[in-house]
T-cell receptor
Framework: DQQVKQNSPSLSVQEGRISILNCDYT??????FLWYKKYPAEGPTFLIS?????DKNEDGRFTVFLNKSAKHLSLHIVPSQPGDSAVYFC?????????FGAGTRLTVKP | NAGVMQNPRHLVRRRGQEARLRCSPM?????VYWYRQLPEEGLKFMVY????????ESGMPKERFSAEFPKEGPSILRIQQVVRGDSAAYFC????????????????FGSGTRLTVV
């Protein structure tokens, strides 16, 4: 059961431009949404999260937007840097259950 | 100030052998989660443990897989009689409290164990 979906397996952007990664979910009971970043041969690292009662959370170059009516969230990275190149996982949690999407591979070209 | 430690980093097993994957959570963390990542797929939840207790094993296959988190020592994920389909990266994560508290900041993952069954 894919309760969290990332429909774009890959995304390529130019350095300095905006990267927008998208995520959809099906379970309206999730209460937190998170983004993780993963480099090859490393574990995922927590990036940013948003509570279901908010629609925006910003941390430096990273902003997460939540649209509950559409069951959609997105991660914006502005400006994108080559070091941002990684796989980004969207996750959603409720109680002790956290579900992950399949990931989007972001490549930022210099 | 070690993070979540997983070992071994790479494990090769022949079909039918047993695989043991170890996870030492971050200091002060008493909640451990195991996830599996198959090639080209996301992270699939397997099991959630606290010290000496399995809280949720709904993601774990009913046969051949078991997990424990003893009072002393690391958490162990054991796979008996491995098959080629078990080849994957297995990640362990820990948090100081249950997910209800971790939902806002996520939890800390180890670097994973890459299991290859030949």
């Amino acid at each position: 059961d894919q309760q969290v979906k990332q429909n774009s397996p890959s995304l390529s952007v130019q350095e300095g431009r905006i990267s927008i990664l998208n995520c959809d979910y099906t379970n309206s009971m999730f209460d937190y949404f998170l983004w993780y970043k993963k480099y090859p041969a490393e574990g995922p690292t927590f990036l940013i999260s948003i509570s279901s009662i908010k629609d925006k959370n910003e941390d430096g170059r990273f902003t997460v937007f939540l649209n509950k009516s559409a069951k959609h969230l997105s991660l914006h990275i502005v400006p994108s840097q080559p070091g941002d190149s990684a796989v980004y996982f969207c996750a959603a949690s409720r109680n002790d259950d956290m579900r992950f999407g399949a990931g989007t591979r972001l490549t930022v070209k210099p | 100030n070690a993070g979540v430690m997983q070992n071994p980093r790479h494990l090769v097993r022949r079909r039918g052998q047993e695989a043991r994957l170890r996870c030492s959570p971050m200091k002060g963390h008493s909640h451990v989660y195991w996830y599996r990542q198959l090639p080209e797929e996301g992270l699939k939840f397997m099991v959630y443990l606290q010290k000496e207790n399995i809280i949720d094993e709904s993601g774990m296959p009913k046969e051949r897989f078991s997990a424990e988190f003893p009072k002393e020592g690391p958490s162990i994920l054991r796979i008996q009689q491995v098959v080629r389909g078990d080849s994957a990266a297995y990640f362990c994560a820990s948090s100081p409290q249950g997910l209800q508290g971790a939902g806002s900041y996520g939890y800390t993952f180890g670097s994973g164990t890459r299991l290859t069954v030949v």
